[in-house]
């Protein structure tokens, strides 16, 4: 997936401006940016479902607007931000609808869709709540079968929103190890997330939305550097090392200390 010269505006706003931006095989990028910088912006034009306000979205050298429905949702899934389940569906209904792209237009879910919905909820540790109302299911379970269903359409690009948001600790971990597992093996993924630790142990690539228009794309080296997330967050951050690992943390407030 690429963008050419890509804008995005909010009304008189420009989120971004001008990007030029590219994802392969192999590559895991998590957008970073502020409340209202624009990521949930750039992941639903990149998901085919917000017009640019200029540029282009293209897939294999073809624009978004010119694939069929069909051939888009066999390539790309899209987990939104939030979800509100008006009726009152089982968990597993969630994925094996989600699975609906995948089903060469048969209409009864076949033993491999069972199969595939199965799979996906027991990565997500969400199995035992196959049979339940999704309405009677807890943010965070809510969000691991939403999760499911948008690993369980089986497409090489993943858009994800803030995935992580609602888990506990535990399955923070284990989702990022799993997109860690995906990226390896050959999968794009693109995430949004405000959590600049875990971004960082998962991602190869960031894209930094500065808020005004201007952005910073890069591997993770390049672009996870504390002065620059400073910049781009509104608050100076640092880096601290840990055990191999890099963690974030925002700057002691001096004023105040
Ligand atoms: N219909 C609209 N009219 C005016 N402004 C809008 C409209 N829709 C979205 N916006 C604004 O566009 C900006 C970008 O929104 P977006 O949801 O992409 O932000 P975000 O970076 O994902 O933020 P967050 O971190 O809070 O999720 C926000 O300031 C939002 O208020």
Known sequence: MRTEHLSLRAGKRVLIDNLNWETGP???WCIIGRNGAGKSTLLRTLAGLREPDAGVV???GQALRGWPLTALARRRAYLPQGRNDAFGYRALDTVLAARHPCQEGSYWDADADRQAAHDALRLLDADHLA???VRSLSGGERQRVAIAA???QDTPLLLLDEPASALDLAHQVGMMRL???LT???RSIVIVS???SLAHEVATHALLLMGD???HAGTVAQSMQPALLGECLGYPVEAVRHKGRTIFIPEEDRRHG
Do not use: P
């Open 194 to 196: 405000h959590d600049l």
């Open 179 to 181: 997109l860690s597992r």
């Open 213 to 215: 228009g201007r952005w």
């Open 150 to 152: 948008t690993l369980a």
């Open 58 to 60: 293209t897939m294999d």
């Open 26 to 28: 192999g590559e895991c």
């Open 184 to 186: 390896a093996e050959g």
């Open 131 to 133: 049979m339940r109302d």
